[in-house]
């Protein structure tokens, strides 16, 4: 039985054409060397998920975004699965049709909390340090500048190099994903089919 969130697909799907289902987890398909999607994927009317290109298994069918045919549907757990390990700037939205996932946090059982697996090497430690006191630096510098002890040239230079340097795109993402690396440790990101 699937929740009213969950969409069957085979419920709007031609009947089979007596192709046999392939029940592939997202891990068998990882450790397939060279796996191509071939005629058999492309000609099956069973639904295939996206992700793992497996068709029918115990795991409810969703819709997160807006990509229709072949493309539509995702395992539950394959699309939990990916949205943990795609790259930050890839977690919000679908590279194909670019709609943004309705998504929501929920709690954990306490039981399921975990701690975070943040893989820190010393220099990305040294690096969140020397981010940290140059912020630290920047607003201590605009405080002084209010307060007229420091000029407003001399804090807008340090404001571009911070902004240039150190606080770049690229940081930001960084920091967000460690952010949200701390935060799945006891919370569990749910995503909702789309309208």
Not at 90 to 114: D, I, M, P, V
Not at 133 to 141: A, D, E, H, N, W
Not at 159 to 177: A, D, G, V
């Amino acid at each position: 039985m699937t929740s009213p969130d969950k969409t069957t697909p085979s419920d709007k799907l031609p009947p089979s054409n007596g192709a046999k289902s392939s029940t592939k987890s997202i891990d068998d398909m990882e450790s397939t060397p060279g796996f191509v999607a071939n005629d058999f994927w492309l000609e099956s009317n069973e639904p295939t998920c996206k992700i793992c290109f497996g068709g029918e298994s115990d795991d409810p069918w969703m819709s997160p975004c807006r990509c229709s045919g072949s493309i539509k549907w995702v395992h539950a757990a394959c699309l939990r699965k990916w949205l943990s390990m795609a790259p930050y700037n890839q977690r919000e939205a679908c590279s194909t049709c670019k709609y943004n996932y309705r998504k929501h946090w929920r709690l954990k059982a306490l039981s399921n909390w975990t701690m975070p697996t943040l893989n820190l090497q010393f220099w990305d430690v040294v690096e969140i340090c020397l981010d940290a006191y140059s912020t630290l630096k920047m607003f201590r510098g605009i405080w002084h500048m209010l307060q007229g002890k420091k000029s407003i040239v001399a804090q807008m230079c340090y404001f571009f190099f911070w902004r240039t340097f150190i606080f770049t795109e690229r940081r930001i993402l960084y920091y967000k994903s460690i952010a949200c690396s701390m935060v799945t440790s006891f919370l569990e990101l749910d995503v909702e089919n789309a309208k």
